[in-house]
């Protein structure tokens, strides 16, 4: 996509992540930050209660269910638009193992972790992504395209 994360973030009309992820959020906030995500539904799964911020233009719905019982749902708050799996590979293989995720973008930061986390929790079947594109950023950053074949 031309337009980088704006215009990725401006097809995107609701989000969803675990608990590990929304919490890590949530802690950027008390350092003074707005929420990333206002106006749009931003749902989280777990097990456990959850703080919820008192930022402005919240909509974060934690839930129990499993993703095939929710996911109607959370397609129909997206409003037409993207379901975008923030972070996290047990929720994004929670969506593969259903066979609910069809896209997923990689952006590379050129920075030397030492160590990387993997993108899911387990491995996906053989030929299950296939590259579709490619995108240097001016940033230094390389935003890898897949589509999804679970």
Known sequence: MAGGYEGFY???GALVSGSVTYEFIVGELGRGAE??????????????ELPLPGAEGTDIRIVREPIVELFDEMLASAGG????????GTVA???ADAGLLDEVRVTIVPVVL????????????????????VLPRRNGMVELDYEVDC
């Open 114 to 133: 030492g160590v990387g986390k993997p993108l899911f929790e387990r491995p996906l079947p053989s030929g299950a992504m296939r590259l579709g594109a």
């Open 35 to 48: 929420w990333p995500y206002a106006g749009k539904p931003y749902w989280v799964l777990s097990s456990r």
């Open 93 to 95: 293989s929670q969506f």
């Open 10 to 12: 401006e097809s995107v």
């Open 81 to 88: 638009k993207r379901l975008w799996v923030v972070g996290g």
